[in-house]
């Protein structure tokens, strides 16, 4: 059971958190390019843009997968104390709440500013920045969460 569990854990880890690394950190390039081309459609930039952020609206949600998975493996193994599975977890709430409460709405915020004729070129440019800045710092937590995961410290098991 423990196998199954590690399994889709991983997997989801992968194909979730791993399509939305990538969504989030395209997503401020294509805002950028909203400037130059308000409205659109699907083949233009606001086109890609409203499709990376529905590409991380509905991979957040797949991506409860990977807590859920996470914390019945580590029950399963009994690591549930250890101080490495404590820390991967609070930065994984860090994570969520960075991509549900900061990353999603400014992506959608983005959108709509861009989408007005009145826009202010300067101001989208410079929350598309924000957007990426913060968007790096979602993707470096998790690269930590991916380090302790692997490193394990104080694992006993030679790992």
């Known amino acids: 059971m423990t196998k199954f569990l590690l399994s889709v854990h991983v997997i989801a880890a992968i194909l979730a958190v791993g399509t939305i690394a990538v969504a989030t950190s395209l997503f401020p390039r294509y805002a950028k390019q909203m400037v130059t081309d308000k409205g659109g459609d699907e083949g233009h930039p606001s086109g890609v843009a409203w499709f990376l952020h529905r590409v991380c609206r509905g991979y957040a949600v797949a991506g409860l997968v990977v807590p859920v998975f996470g914390f019945a493996t580590a029950a399963q193994l009994g690591v549930l104390t ?76 030679g790992a």
């Open 82 to 157: 250890d101080a490495w599975l404590i820390a991967s977890m609070a930065l994984t709430a860090l994570a969520a709440i960075l991509l549900a409460g900061a990353i999603l709405p400014r992506q959608q915020r983005l959108l709509a500013l861009a989408g007005q004729d009145a826009a202010d070129d300067d101001a989208l440019n410079a929350a598309a920045s924000r957007l990426t800045m913060l968007t790096g710092t979602f993707n470096l937590v998790w690269s930590v969460v991916v380090v302790l995961m692997i490193v394990r410290p104080g694992s006993t098991t």
